[in-house]
């Protein structure tokens, strides 16, 4: 049972427009969300994150939303560039619990110019 | 500025070989992590520890076993290498527990 889930595996977007990549998850205990970003051969790196307390957090170009009635967050990323071109991965977890982060299966992100 | 390392990077076995995969962290980290990465399927986690001499299973922990026996390293082992244990292995660490892990490049391994 999948508990975060990332529905779009790829998704292209012309460079300087805006990226918009979505998460859902099932676990009500969840209470912090994380963005993680990939490439190829490499360990994935963290790129922003929210608490269940906020509906927002912004850095830089990158922007987390975070909806917890539908149990839903996004993030975007604007102005899109091409070192944007990664695999991004959702991640959760509940406050106290050092068991690790539960992470979605990803989304390709694929700039183009 | 090492910050995680595996070794090794790349390793073939044949099934019912085993092998050890070494985590070393230079950042005083308290907890480390084993997670796999298998096509389409994410991250998984393996095993974990919160500390010098803990372990703990993670999501998938089956045909697989921890150490930390010292905290900047974080050992894990396969038995028997089983073909279903062909994967990326990345070994990740953090402080206190904020979410933000600081992840190896990883280490592919593949079982024939």
């Known amino acids: 049972d999948q508990q975060v889930k990332q529905n779009s595996p790829s998704l292209s977007v012309q460079e300087g427009r805006i990226s918009i990549l979505n998460c859902d998850y099932t676990n009500s205990m969840f209470d912090y969300f994380l963005w993680y970003k990939k490439y190829p051969a490499e360990g994935p790196t963290f790129l922003i994150s929210?608490?269940?307390?906020?509906d927002k957090n912004e850095d830089g170009r990158f922007t987390v939303f975070l909806n917890k009635s539908a149990k839903h967050l996004s993030l975007h990323i604007v102005p899109s560039q091409p070192g944007d071109s990664a695999v991004y991965f959702c991640a959760a977890f509940s406050g106290g619990g050092a068991d690790g982060l539960t992470f979605g299966k990803g989304t390709h992100l694929i700039i183009q110019p | 500025n090492a910050g995680v390392t595996q070794t090794p990077k790349f390793r073939v076995l044949k099934t019912g070989q085993s092998m050890t995969l070494l985590c070393a962290q230079d950042m005083n980290h308290e907890y480390m992590y084993w997670y796999r990465q298998d096509p389409g399927m994410g991250l998984r986690l393996i095993h974990y520890s919160v500390g010098e001499g803990t372990t703990a299973k993670g999501e998938v922990p089956d045909g697989y076993n921890v150490s930390r026996l010292k905290k900047q390293n974080f050992l894990l082992g396969l038995e028997s290498a089983a073909p279903s244990q062909t994967s990326v292995y990345f070994c990740?660490?953090?402080?206190?527990?904020?979410?933000?892990?600081?992840f190896g490049e990883g280490s592919r391994l593949t079982v024939l």
């Open positions: 929210i608490s269940s307390i906020k």
């Open positions: 990740a660490s953090s402080q206190g527990y904020t979410g933000e892990l600081f």
